[in-house]
């Protein structure tokens, strides 16, 4: 009865927080990605409409690579196209410095917002963006599978054992894959799971003078073993493989491990939509003993750009989306397994969701990556899977398409990391990091 007095006082003041309509009906044009909690948040926004009727929602839902692509270009050219975006903690900093992102004010409770997330989103002390979910990564596995196998999952696996258990659960003949990994090209679809990996082998994107270090043994052992694990025990056209496929694949019964980010479990336990949903365990991204695990940090946020002349309006949308209220209503809707992870302290302190089997792994997760020392040597840059650096998208994607090659056969693993060395070096001299 205490919760759903405390419940029903906190829709009040969230409620009263929104405030009356705007004096005239605003159209907000929401530019995000197609990814299962945003479609869900789209399907309950009847609630946010009910308090504040004045305002129009006008969804443009895209891939994650197309709308990483128009977001940057209508922001750099100031085209005006959007009046939310959604972007991460690469993005955040570097467009909040820059003065093309609006600081966002009357959000629900800002000091709860977990220190990793809000300090990723922040530009000179300044909250740029709001997290509409938070998330490291980590390993989906078949505890069907691996007991068929003979194998125990460990709590802190190695790469070693993570590829022994791909090994002996791959059951081609079956439609079974041991593992599946992300392939498709892009900065933030197989560079998030390869840059991670590579942290945990002790490679870097750059040494302390930013030359490009994919001449390293390091990346050409961390490449080598990405390609060799793919090819022997993961699924067939793996190169054009990213989160959204690698999820329908796992939800099927086609693969005995996934890693891949936190953000997903809900998903892969979801009975409604996986065959394997009472077979799924969870543990955190492997390491290769060195000291650094395999794991990314990453948030997707709402913000609002510099251009739009609707700012009100979108802040109190986003007000909405990220508040304790929404977490609420998507628990009385859903079920707690399906709130947006990774964002409060509160959420995590909430005895109801401490019952989600993977809240306590994605939590740990979150808070086994350290942005400013991501790999084994010292870095120059911040970030876990990117370094935060304008010039990193273009390198990032470039790099990401010879890997997606590699992978693909077009292109051997040497001269897909020559290739990288090469282009990197010539970006970031012109960018005038190498003199």
């Known amino acids: 009865m205490n919760r759903l007095k405390t419940s029903i006082l906190g829709a009040f003041a969230f409620a009263a927080m929104a405030g009356t309509a705007l004096a005239e009906d605003v159209t907000l044009t929401i530019a995000t990605v197609n990814n299962g909690d945003m479609i869900r948040m789209q399907k309950l926004t009847d609630d946010f409409s009910s308090l504040n009727p004045g305002i129009k929602l006008n969804w443009v839902t895209l891939e994650e690579n ?5 977001v940057t270009k209508d922001i750099t050219t100031k085209g005006g196209q959007y009046d939310v975006l959604t972007i991460g903690m690469y993005e955040t900093p570097i467009w909040g410095a820059k003065g093309w992102l609006v600081e966002l004010k009357g959000l629900d409770d800002p000091q709860d917002i977990l220190p990793a997330v809000s300090g990723g989103l922040s530009a000179n002390g300044k909250l740029y963006a709001a997290p509409f ?3 490291s990564s980590f390993v989906m596995y078949r505890k069907d599978l691996m007991e068929k196998a003979g194998l125990k999952m460990s709590d802190a696996p190695t790469w070693d054992e993570i590829i022994a258990a791909a090994a002996k659960m791959t059951d081609r003949a079956n439609g079974v894959n041991g593992i599946c990994l992300r392939g498709k090209a892009g900065w933030g679809e197989n560079m998030a799971f390869i840059g991670s990996m590579a942290n945990s082998f ?9 030359k490009p270090q994919f001449d390293t043994q390091e990346w050409k052992d961390t490449l080598n073993t990405y390609l060799k694990v793919m090819k022997d025990y993961g699924p067939q056209g793996a190169s054009g493989n990213g ?3 690698n999820l329908a694949l796992f939800q099927s019964g086609k693969c005995g491990m996934w890693a891949d980010a936190t953000a997903a479990a809900s998903f892969v336990i979801d009975p409604k939509a996986s065959k394997v949903a009472d077979q799924v365990g969870f543990t955190i991204a492997p390491d290769k003993g060195l000291g650094k695990r395999a794991n990314w940090l990453w948030a997707w946020a709402l913000a609002v750009p510099a251009g739009s002349k609707k700012v009100d309006a979108a802040q109190k949308f986003i007000g909405w989306a990220t508040s304790k209220h929404y977490a609420e209503l998507v628990a009385s809707k859903e079920g707690w397994a ?3 992870p990774g964002t409060r302290t509160s959420l995590y302190a909430n005895p109801e969701y ?4 993977f809240a306590k792994m994605t939590l740990n997760s979150m808070n086994a990556a350290d942005p400013a020392h991501p790999t084994v040597k010292p870095v120059p840059y911040v970030g876990v899977q990117f370094a935060s650096i304008p010039e990193f998208a273009g390198i990032g994607t470039k790099v990401g ?3 997606s090659a590699a992978l693909a056969g077009q292109i051997s693993a040497d001269d897909a990391l020559k290739q990288a060395q090469s282009y990197t070096t ?10």
Request: charged fraction near 30%; aromatic fraction near 18%; charge should be negative.
């Open 66 to 70: 197309d709308l990483r692509q128009k």
């Open 133 to 135: 979910y938070g998330e």
């Open 202 to 210: 002790g490679a870097r994107w750059f040494d302390e003078q930013w």
């Open 243 to 245: 989160f959204s496929e």
């Open 338 to 340: 399906n709130v947006p």
């Open 354 to 357: 401490a019952k989600v089997p």
């Open 401 to 403: 398409e010879l890997f």
């Open 426 to 435: 010539a970006e970031m001299t012109k960018a005038g990091y190498i003199k």
